[in-house]
């Protein structure tokens, strides 16, 4: 609702794709850090920006578009939609569709609020779930428990005309700040 030509307006661009860059550059150092670890190279690198907003041209006009709970998924362009803790992520390109702003989710969705985890949910249990799919967990907290999530089978299914599927991973070591 900022209007991009006041001063208030550019100071929250310029903010926002600032705070964009530092994100994109501490997932370029983590990378660098494990393939430094791991004594290899990565073979692509995928820049999976979501909860942000762009310049797009939209129907011909100059538009922002801002993704809230939705990542980019331009005609060509890589992405990743992860599930939970212990559901697959995938890998994939989207289709360009213009009905959805040539947007997909960015992930599973939530199925239950942060505090809801924390008042309906135990600790035991979501680590007896983790340990049950083979996952090691670094850092986390309840309000990311497995169970928050939607099934993300169901939703990639329901976005098939906006991305195409490349690869699925199973997530086997979760790092998350508490």
Request: charge should be negative; glycine fraction near 10%.
């Amino acid at each position: 609702w900022l209007d991009l030509d006041s001063q208030s307006g550019q100071e929250y661009w310029i903010a926002m794709n600032l705070a964009g860059e530092y994100a994109q550059a501490c997932h370029e150092d983590i990378h660098r850090r494990i393939a430094k670890a791991l004594g290899a190279s990565p073979v692509v690198t995928i820049e999976n920006h979501h909860n942000f907003a762009w310049k797009e041209m939209v129907e011909g006009e100059e538009c922002i578009v801002h993704r809230k709970g939705a990542t980019p998924a331009a005609k060509g362009t890589l992405g990743i939609i992860p599930g939970s803790m212990t559901a697959p992520g995938f890998i994939v390109e989207g289709t360009g569709n213009c009905l959805s702003l040539q947007s997909a989710s960015h992930g599973a969705g939530r199925v239950m609020s942060r505090s809801a985890c924390k008042n309906s949910l135990t600790k035991s249990a979501m680590l007896k779930d983790l340990e049950e799919h083979g996952v090691e967990l670094i850092g986390g907290a309840l309000d990311e428990s497995p169970r928050a999530y939607k099934d993300i089978h169901r939703v990639m299914k329901l976005q098939e005309e906006l991305v195409h599927v490349l690869g699925i991973f199973s997530p086997r070591i979760v790092r998350m700040d508490k």
